[in-house]
């Protein structure tokens, strides 16, 4: 049997692209009545590069992407209310910014707040990229014991997806 989705761990880069995955989630969400957590991983700023001043600068970065995911969320749910008529915000039950590797912040969030789903926008960075760089949707992939939903972003161009 098929485990019940009640929670959907979304996470998110902020680009503006990441609307595009937004909606499936919410959507998906809508489907199964189930709860959304968002989460944006910062990854870690070396003490090499500032100094003894990298944590507060941390805790900077912090606060301020916690300020750039409340405004980018009430932008999507704008956006997705105008499209569908519903009520997106009322899915999200809790906004989270995580500073760390991102693949292994989100596996961790999915555990710790029980999510029964991971919901990610995958980008297309070419072969090179991702031989050299590793992927953080391939990552979540390959370590997950929970299902990953993985929505292909459309290009740069806003105007590929604006009709949705």
């Not at 968002?38 to 870690?44: G, H, S």
């Not at 209310?81 to 519903?86: H, K, L, S, T, V």
């Not at 926008?121 to 760089?133: C, D, I, M, N, V």
């Amino acid at each position: 049997m098929i485990p019940p989705i009640k929670r959907i761990l979304y996470a998110t880069d902020l680009s503006k692209n990441s609307i595009y995955a937004y909606y499936y989630a919410v959507d998906l969400a809508k489907k199964y009545d189930a709860e959304i957590v968002i989460l944006n991983v910062i990854e870690p700023v070396s003490e090499k590069a500032y100094g003894s001043g990298a944590e507060k600068l941390q805790i900077e970065q912090h606060n301020a992407s916690m300020e750039v995911i409340k405004s980018r969320l009430e932008s999507f749910c704008k956006r997705v209310d105008a499209r569908n008529g519903a009520t997106c915000a009322v899915r999200v039950a809790k906004s989270l910014v995580r500073v760390g590797d991102p693949v292994a912040e989100i596996l961790k969030a999915a555990e710790e707040e029980g999510c029964d789903l991971i919901f990610m926008g995958k980008h297309s960075r070419g072969f090179l990229a991702q031989t050299l760089l590793g992927s953080v949707s391939g990552g979540v992939l390959d370590r997950s014991r929970k299902p990953v939903f993985l929505v292909p972003l459309p290009s740069d161009n806003m105007a590929a997806w604006d009709e949705i």
